[in-house]
């Protein structure tokens, strides 16, 4: 090995070093306490460097920890009420699988009766529960040529273009804030509130929630919507779809609806798997008149930058192709 390979020149690490402190003093010159001051930042790089903001931080202990599993807090005998209060709200059901490989989608191994007694919608997209009391899914909207327009999965810490496009545009939708990430990034989550979104839960760290014992699926959403920006939703989705007639009764003991979808535009797989036929595919039939008894409500996310992309290209076509680009909770027609 030749030493030089070893070392850098000093004008490098100068360049390197100034770089450096170009960038930390860009992030210090930020007003990174207030949701205007984040929502000023331009530079997605600025956007994702993690900050302090005391509100979270001082609460922090009150939460389960991010992007795990949620079970109640020790010592939130809230909670523990709340969810003792429910018990006799949540049908006899096992959850499905085995943990962990369940909490990611794996059932290989799972016995499941064909007659799908739970209404389970990863095994045959059921949305309309066998048991009594509960109400269906949300896969459609009544008013017609009318879209249900959200986002899964922010918010994401990168969105304030996205976010000023739909602004410039006086567009509002549904954005489901998953908890974990509103800990991550609580200003970018204030935004969506200023800038009048309907805020829904998109549970704590994002697992398939049929896997959950009925503990950890209660504080999955509880502690969400407990955080989510002040507000408390009424609203939610499970990741990837997945619920039966036992979460969609710990839900609707916590006064959720659930909302799926009918259309899946497939972007959270990324470049090159059928995104632009998903989206085309939605208009086209908008145009050719498939919604004009009822609406209808498509899966897209605020995830990476793929998605929010898409959603700018396609946004004045949509427009164009119904007559009404709302939130679900406007095209349910609920104030």
Known sequence: MRLLSLFTSQAA?????????????????????????????????????????????????????????????????????????????????????????????????????????????????????????????????????????????GPNCSHNAFYNFLSQNGQKATMFYIGSNVMDWPLEAQRALSDGHEICAHTWSHRYMTALTNEQAFAELYYTIKLVVGVTPTCWRPPYGDIDDRVRAIAHALGLRTIIWQYDSNDWRGPGNGVDQDYQSLITNAQNGAFATKGTIMLTHELNNFTMSKAIQYYSQLKAAFKHLVPVGVAMNQT
């Open 13 to 153: 690490v100068s360049s390197t070093l100034i770089a450096t402190t170009l960038f930390t003093l860009s992030v210090s010159a930020q007003d990174r306490t207030t949701e205007q001051g984040e929502a000023q930042i331009t530079n997605p790089n600025l956007e994702c460097t993690p900050y302090y903001y005391a509100p979270v931080s001082n609460a922090a202990n009150k939460f389960p920890t991010v992007w795990t599993v949620a079970t109640i807090v020790n010592g939130d005998t809230n909670a523990q009420n709340e969810y003792q209060s429910i018990q006799s709200q949540i049908p006899d059901i096992s959850p499905k699988g085995t943990q962990p490989g369940s909490l990611s989608g794996d059932f290989s191994g799972y016995s499941y009766p064909s007659s799908d007694p739970d209404c389970w919608w990863t095994y045959d997209k059921c949305t309309n529960p066998k048991l009594a009391g509960l109400p269906s899914d949300l896969t459609t909207v009544p008013e017609p040529n009318t879209l249900g327009y959200g986002f899964d999965d």
